[in-house]
């Protein structure tokens, strides 16, 4: 039988999936999230699902005693929002993971970060792990995450076993972010294409992930301390992307070109409303999904091949088939052809 495990953030994306395949191990496996819906489901498959407040210091403790491992990929990951909410999901929280890691000698630290840390409005291509960060961070979330990292980086210093990955674009079964959004923009009216869509991008199948983070648990003690790109290692045009999606989905590509200049405006304006006369509520498009869509940025993965022994297993394409036929499943569509 293998050891006990944490896995926060369990009913989000990532977690999820990470949560029952570690089960499917044969981990026993302690499971908390925010959404009590999904909680019920893994608690239905077998898993021990305890929600918390990661901001609860004594709860967090709790869940931490006896397990050998803690997959730490809680977080509030949006484009909007107010700061001390950030704080309190991505600083606090991860504080206090750390803190009852400290308290009950967990073997190892498993944190997710984000590349977000990279962005600046700029195209950036092969960006490797230490290559120098932004003076200023894109937005709340990709700072607070970067202040995550700091909390571990510390407590590696004075003994804690950590390791930290750096996972971009997750797409797969059962997302909600990434390609739905692009999916209902398209269905409602078009994509906003700026510069044509020409950026380079680079996504990654939930799938890879989960392999980097069992990976990065069982690497020798040389990982520890470090911090991990994760991609498939495919980067392309966002264009050639979102036609690869729409044709398999079998529906017309509607496309609006904008220039990133007409498009960044836009999002001043549309952030400026949602500030002033919309009680903050999240625009429509914001300036950095503008930036995201617009520039290229694509990650050096070789320092988790060499380490890890981390190697893209499901490709782009192949995960795209993957999505769609859990898209159609979900939405129960009458398609006709077959993936």
């Known amino acids: 039988m293998k050891p006990d495990v944490l896995v926060t953030g369990a009913t989000g994306f990532l977690g999820q999936r990470l949560a029952r395949c570690l089960q499917a191990d044969g981990y026993r496996v302690t499971a908390t999230g925010r959404n009590s819906l999904a909680g019920e489901k893994l608690a239905g498959v077998g898993m021990r699902f305890i929600p918390a407040d990661l901001a609860d210091s004594e709860a967090v403790a709790a869940l931490c005693k006896g397990k050998t491992y803690v997959f730490h990929s809680a977080a509030l990951s949006s484009p909007w929002g107010k700061y001390r909410d950030f704080y309190k999901a991505n600083v ?5 993971i750390i803190a009852g890691c400290q308290a009950y000698d967990v073997s190892r630290l498993i944190h997710v970060s984000t590349p977000s840390v990279y962005f600046a409005y700029e195209d950036r291509l092969n960006i490797q792990e230490d290559e120098p960060l932004p003076q200023r961070f894109v937005n709340h ?28 674009a997750l797409f797969g079964p059962g997302d909600t972010t990434i390609l739905p959004r692009l999916i209902r923009a398209n269905e409602k ?16 199948y939930v799938d890879n992930v989960v392999d980097a983070l069992r990976l990065a648990a069982v690497a020798p003690e040389k990982v520890l301390g470090q911090v991990y790109n994760i991609t498939n290692g495919e980067p392309l045009r ?5 036609t690869m999606l729409f044709a398999r989905l079998e529906q017309p590509f509607r496309q609006k070109h904008l220039s990133f200049a007409a498009a960044y405006r836009l999002a001043w304006l549309m952030e400026m409303a949602s500030r002033t006369v919309l009680f903050g509520r999240e625009p429509i498009l914001t300036r950095y999904s503008v930036g995201v869509l617009a520039k290229s940025q694509t990650l050096d993965i070789s320092r988790a091949r060499a380490e890890l022994g981390y190697e ?20 129960d569509c009458n398609y006709t052809h077959d993936i």
């Open 238 to 242: 966002l264009i050639d992307l979102l």
């Open 189 to 204: 009216k078009f994509v906003p294409l700026i510069n044509g869509g020409q950026a380079l991008v680079d996504v990654t």
């Open 92 to 96: 606090v929280g991860t504080k206090n």
């Open 141 to 168: 979330y990709a700072a607070t995450k970067f202040l995550a990292e700091q909390e571990v980086e510390r407590a590696v210093k004075i003994g804690l076993p950590a390791v930290m990955i750096r996972p971009r």
């Open 312 to 331: 893209p297993r499901v490709s782009i394409e192949e995960g795209l088939n993957l999505f769609v036929d859990g898209w159609r499943k979900q939405h």
